[in-house]
Every structure is written in structure tokens, then in C-alpha cells.
């Protein structure tokens, strides 16, 4: 319940505020002229929740962690792929010619999608 509670809230955030990582990734990247940065998923803390609270024996919160860690899959792998061609996990972003390729292509998709469901 609420792997899907944060994937409902992680979606309404994406398409609705139109707020992707990525591009908070990107501004931060020309910012400070880095030429690499970690994207550190919401999966990852439902990792570190999980191994800490397991570790303590504290069984809610090994039930969190898992919730966030299913919640990132879910968003990459039965969200995004389908609607965006690519579950856009990356880990690291390397080169910012190539997020913005990779965005051109995310919008062309989903103006297909947009068009099948208009009509």
C-alpha cells in the first residue's frame, strides 16, 4: 500500500508539476560546471531504510524500506517505460548534450501517447 501511495504522489509531481530530476540534475550540473553527477533514486534510501531497519530489527521500517524501494521500481520499470520508451534509471549523468538528446526524445514520445489518446 504504500509502494503505491509513493508512486501516486511520485507521478501526480512528474507529469502533473511537470518536475523531473533530471532537469534539477541538469541546472545543478551548469550551475557549478560539474561534468558528472549522481542521481540518487528514492529507491536507494528505501535500501539504506531497509538494511538499517533490518539490521535493528525494527519491522515497520523494513516494511517502509521495502514500500520505497518497490515504489522506485514501479516508477522506472511499470511507469516509465512504458509511457516514456525507457525506464530512465540512470545513475549517474555524464554528459548534458546527451540529457538533453535523451529529452527531445521523452517529449516526441509523449506526444505519440497524447495523440493515441486524444483521437
Known sequence: MLAISIEVLTVFVRFAFKIKTRDVLFKIMKRFG??????FHHGFVGIIILIVAYYLGLNFWVDVGLGVLISDAIHHFLVLWPIMGSPEFHVV????GEME????LEKKEINKV??????
Open 34 to 39: 560539474w561534468k558528472k553527477i549522481v542521481h
Open 93 to 96: 549523468y555524464k554528459n548534458i
Open 114 to 119: 497524447v495523440k493515441k489518446l486524444v483521437g
Open 101 to 104: 538528446k535523451e529529452e527531445k
